[in-house]
């Protein structure tokens, strides 16, 4: 009203609706980012540097099943040597075809330790699904589980990761990666055409996990256990697939029946003593309908 005072023949769009101390709070204090991340590093060397500081501490938790950071470094080197041996380079896209288990954990930092990089494919979509992913993101091969992939025709070769695979030179591998080289490749739903691929690069997903780490995980100390409640098949996944190996914490899968139960998954948090968790609201209003939560 001041403005329009003042200057009775602007035209509305001339009008400020600020005050200078609001414009300049607005565009440059709430708007000030700027934040240190490893720009010249990649999730392997970042993950090597997390199993070499905490050898022996729990790096992914499944129900009754759980890896150290040792030993979850030495199954994804052994079989990232068999990824590299098939052709496996820097933004070479291999499908992964897994259930919620350590073999998921396993994968994606084989492939990444390997070079390329992973597309999560979900094993209840339907085979046409499975095969235009594959096809359209060119993936040179599908990482997966035996049993998920019987009586299915998918055209790519196929490595079995529960196979008998984990064993030999665990040693870590030469680096060949770069921070702009791709991490992962995760397909839309297609809901309004055909599915599209988006994809992201180390240092993109670098860059996210400091900014969780700035404003969620270091409220909390060192070695905190983190549940991963998201499918892989959806970016909400990626902040704790990484976030917990990368910071030195526990990443605990969620198993399916817990994922959409209320009464299950508050006791599987409780149980687990978990510190953060992901989640959409539907699980906030799944929590919240539990009796006397």
């Known amino acids: 009203l001041t403005d329009v005072m003042k200057n009775p023949s602007n035209k509305i769009s001339q009008i400020e609706l600020l005050s200078e101390n609001e414009k300049t709070k607005l565009i440059k204090e709430f708007n000030k980012t700027e934040a240190y991340y490893p720009k010249d590093k990649t999730i392997k060397q970042i993950f090597e540097e997390q199993a070499e500081k905490n050898p022996d501490c729990i790096a992914v938790v499944y129900e009754n099943e759980k890896l150290t950071f040792r030993e979850l470094n030495y199954k994804a080197n052994q079989l990232a040597r068999i990824l590299r041996y098939k052709g496996v380079r820097p933004d070479t896209i291999v499908g992964l075809m ?90 839309t739903s297609g809901s309004t055409g055909k599915p599209k691929g988006v994809m992201i690069e ?24 983190i549940a991963l409640v998201a499918p892989y098949v959806f970016d909400a996944s990626v902040q704790h697939i990484f976030s917990a190996p990368l910071l030195g914490h526990s990443l605990y899968i969620v198993p399916d029946a817990a994922r959409v139960d209320g009464v299950k998954l508050l006791k599987y948090l409780n149980l687990n003593e978990i510190i953060v968790s992901d989640g959409t609201p539907m699980h906030v209003k799944m929590l919240l309908n539990v009796p006397d939560f």
């Open 98 to 187: 897994v259930e919620r288990s350590l073999e998921m954990i396993i994968g994606i930092f084989a492939i990444l330790k390997a070079g390329g990089a992973y597309l999560p494919i979900d094993p209840g979509y339907p085979e046409d699904r499975v095969k235009y992913m594959l096809e359209d993101s060119r993936a040179l091969l599908l990482l997966a589980q035996k049993h998920l992939t019987d009586g299915k025709k998918l055209p790519e070769e196929c490595i079995y990761i529960d196979n008998g695979l984990l064993k030999g030179e665990s040693d870590n591998l030469t680096d060949i990666n770069k921070p702009d080289d791709l991490c992962y490749v995760i397909y």
């Open 202 to 225: 180390h240092k993109s997903v670098l860059n996210l996990i400091s900014g969780l780490n700035n404003i969620v995980y270091n409220r909390y100390g060192s070695n905190i256990k």
